[in-house]
């Protein structure tokens, strides 16, 4: 497994608090002039605060944890050597793709390290703009220009986190589906080591 326990445990509470975000976003009613946010708008504000708390305290470990995965193969923009790498990962995913199969899962894969940290970059987006809202919108619901500016760019965080919520649990059960076990593994915190993914038949 590619990843210590604590991230594994941060990684739980970060999917559930935002999958209850993403979904209490759908059913709450927002504050506009002369009206008021309902209870799932407040919840939605006080647990947005503590999802981005803990996602703060996953960019620290991220930065200093031991394992394979280091912090900068999650942010490989400004290496030339890294972008390579992905590269070489994405023909790999195609050379596999095309024999409906999916590349061993044993060691770390550039691709897939890239693509998290571009979820937790959104998310942390997400999670600052909403803080910003929090005390920005005045208790009657209004909005000066540049706090209505950062609603926009909260609302297009939050579509662009569904897209990507979908396509990483997608990812996720294919994986599973052609025996990595990975999602068995990301889930196991009680266990300091997960046993070794499997590989796929090629």
Same mark, same amino acid.
């Given at each position: 497994?590619?990843?210590?326990?604590?991230?594994? *445990?941060?990684?739980?509470?970060?999917?559930?608090?935002?999958?209850?975000?993403?979904?209490?976003?759908?059913?709450?009613?927002?504050?506009?002039?002369?009206?008021?946010?309902?209870?799932?708008?407040?919840?939605?504000?006080?647990?947005?605060?503590?999802? /981005?708390?803990? *996602?703060?305290?996953?960019?620290?470990?991220?930065?200093?944890?031991?394992?394979?995965?280091?912090?900068?193969?999650?942010?490989?923009?400004?290496?030339?050597?890294?972008?390579?790498?992905?590269?070489?990962?994405?023909?790999?995913?195609?050379?596999?793709?095309?024999?409906?199969?999916?590349?061993?899962?044993?060691?770390?894969?550039? /691709?897939?390290?890239?693509?998290?940290?571009?979820?937790?970059?959104?998310?942390? *987006?997400?999670?600052?703009?909403?803080?910003?809202?929090?005390?920005?919108?005045?208790?009657?619901?209004?909005?000066?220009?540049?706090?209505?500016?950062?609603?926009?760019?909260?609302?297009?965080?939050?579509?662009?986190?569904?897209?990507?919520?979908?396509?990483?649990?997608?990812?996720?059960?294919?994986?599973?589906?052609?025996?990595?076990?990975?999602?068995?593994?990301?889930?196991?915190?009680?266990?300091?080591?997960?046993?070794?993914?499997?590989?796929?038949?090629?």
């Amino acid at each position: 497994m590619h990843y210590d326990r604590f991230t594994r *445990l941060l990684h739980i509470v970060i999917a559930c608090g935002i999958m209850t975000q993403m979904v209490g976003s759908l059913v709450m009613i927002h504050p506009k002039p002369g009206r008021q946010g309902d209870l799932f708008y407040a919840m939605h504000e006080t647990w947005g605060q503590v999802v /981005l708390g803990v *996602l703060v305290i996953h960019w620290i470990w991220s930065m200093v944890r031991p394992g394979s995965i280091a912090f900068a193969q999650l942010f490989p923009w400004f290496s030339l050597a890294r972008y390579r790498a992905i590269q070489e990962d994405i023909k790999q995913f195609a050379t596999h793709a095309v024999r409906f199969r999916l590349p061993d899962a044993t060691q770390p894969s550039p /691709l897939a390290s890239a693509i998290h940290g571009l979820g937790l970059i959104v998310a942390t *987006l997400l999670g600052m703009s909403g803080v910003i809202l929090f005390l920005g919108i005045s208790k009657n619901g209004a909005m000066v220009g540049w706090v209505h500016a950062v609603k926009e760019a909260h609302e297009v965080f939050g579509s662009v986190l569904w897209v990507y919520l979908m396509a990483h649990a997608c990812m996720g059960i294919l994986h599973q589906l052609s025996g990595h076990g990975s999602m068995i593994a990301m889930i196991k915190v009680w266990k300091k080591n997960p046993s070794p993914l499997q590989t796929s038949p090629v």
